[in-house]
């Protein structure tokens, strides 16, 4: 057995951008792009043609949506803008480290958490003091596929070096965190079991 844990909103409260758009391009006019009068709108639309399932990278979004007005965006700033403009106060939520304490006697420890933002899921970590907490850490924008798509779930266990109908994957969207019975595994629902109530019978 294996147990996974949702990150944003499961192991730690983030604080985010209200709108996403316009703090995107405030850190883009921060690095002297010139950033069109509909950017919102632009932000908004879909530019990169994915399968369903999978993840695309803000960055490339960004640049996508830059594109679609006549806009270059040099010396990688959609990436710069993106990880300045997601850089949010993190609190952990209670019981979190117990919770993952209580999962690791069970064996292997993960983090399976939908993430377009490179590098935000390594920031929150260490800013929730959970570095180094976990065996392995996988991230939609590392991986290529979103939960509730088995292929996250499976990159997951590959990860963890556990078959996927092995994990335990706590969450706290039943939609999403859910997907996890698509490959066999168990859904905990933390909005049903909190985390400071985990305990070994949770993952049975």
Not at 79 to 106: K, L, N, S
Not at 158 to 168: A, H, I, K, N, T
Request: contains cysteine; negative net charge; proline residues 9%.
């Amino acid at each position: 057995m294996s147990v996974t844990f949702d990150l944003f909103g499961t192991l730690v409260d983030a604080e985010m951008p209200a709108d996403p758009a316009a703090a995107v391009a405030r850190e883009l006019r921060e690095r002297d792009v010139a950033v069109p009068d509909d950017f919102g709108e632009a932000y908004r639309e879909v530019h990169i043609d994915a399968p369903p399932g999978a993840e695309v990278p803000l960055p490339a979004h960004v640049s996508a949506a830059l594109a679609s007005r006549n806009v270059d965006a040099p010396n990688n700033a959609a990436r710069r803008a993106v990880v300045a403009a997601f850089d949010p106060d993190v609190e952990r939520c209670p019981g979190a480290e117990a919770a993952i304490e209580v999962a690791r006697a069970a064996g292997p420890v993960g983090v399976c958490s939908n993430c377009s933002v490179p590098e935000l899921v390594r920031r929150t970590l260490i800013r929730a003091d959970l570095k180094g907490a976990f065996d392995g850490v996988v991230t939609s924008v590392g991986c290529g596929w979103r939960k509730p798509d088995p292929r996250a779930f499976e990159a997951a266990a590959r990860r963890l070096d556990v078959e996927p109908s092995e994990l335990v994957h706590v969450g706290d969207d039943p939609e999403t965190d859910g997907g996890v019975r698509e490959v066999g595994g168990r859904f905990v629902d933390v909005a049903e079991t909190p985390l400071s109530e985990f305990d070994p019978e949770v993952m049975q």
